[in-house]
């Protein structure tokens, strides 16, 4: 699945996904990660600078409680591409943030477990010191996971 950040429900396409994928079955996730809080989403480039700043406030939030154990998909209410009609840049469209570990934690509740993660290799600073603690050890790069359902 290469589209979770797209859809506006994405708990409900992982849900349901995991409800159909047979026993032993594989589920490929690949994704941009966007767990770091100081990213701006390109689909909210048309919106004022105070929403976005007051976005990147909730973000931050979101940001803590992953680190304490709490997870939730933040929605872009209203893209881009829906406000204006055009798409011009990556992610225009983007419907989710998506976060590593939350998509691993969802998938986890539903009965799969993960199979494997592939990590970027040259990974330097404050991402491989981030990489450390457990609610960010797959920070960083793009989501490309295997999760088997037992």
């Not at 996904?17 to 994704?31: E, S």
């Not at 990213?39 to 048309?46: D, E, F, G, K, S």
């Not at 600078?49 to 304490?68: C, E, G, P, S, T």
Request: hydrophobic share 45%; proline share 3%; net charge positive.
């Amino acid at each position: 699945m290469f589209s979770l950040e797209h859809v506006r429900d994405p708990k409900g396409l992982l849900r349901e996904c995991a409800r159909v994928l047979k026993r032993g079955g594989f589920l490929i996730v690949l994704a941009p990660n966007l767990e770091f809080p100081l990213a701006w989403p390109t689909a909210l480039r048309h919106k004022s600078f105070l929403y976005r700043a007051w976005f990147h406030i909730v973000r931050m939030r979101d940001y803590v409680l992953r680190l304490v154990g709490f997870s939730a998909f933040r929605v872009v209410k209203e893209n881009f591409t829906d406000r204006t009609g055009r798409y011009e840049r990556k992610d225009d469209d983007l419907r989710v943030l998506i976060s590593s570990w939350e998509v691993m934690r969802f998938l986890k509740a539903q009965g799969l477990s993960l199979a494997e993660f592939w990590k970027e290799r040259d990974v330097h600073g404050l991402r491989c010191f981030a990489q450390k603690l457990p609610a960010l050890q797959w920070y960083g790069g793009t989501l490309a996971a295997a999760f088997r359902k037992s």
